[in-house]
């Protein structure tokens, strides 16, 4: 069955990940969820900055 749609990640669900696939997943999510977090950072002070510079 296709599944399409706004739920759909395009991904078969049908496949069990093994234990070290699950942990090299969360290992990437962490990684992409830091830089993330320290992009944030550094645009929030930037946004002070422009503000207190005003």
């Not at 759909?8 to 070290?20: F, N, Y």
């Not at 969820?33 to 645009?43: A, G, Q, S, Y």
Request: no cysteine; charged share 50%.
């Amino acid at each position: 069955m296709d599944r399409r749609g706004r739920a759909s990640t395009g991904r078969h669900t049908s496949k069990e990940l093994t234990p070290e696939e699950k942990l090299k997943r969360a290992e990437a999510k962490i990684k992409l969820l830091e830089v993330e977090n320290e992009f944030l950072k550094k645009l929030e002070a930037l946004e002070r900055k422009v503000k207190r510079d005003r």
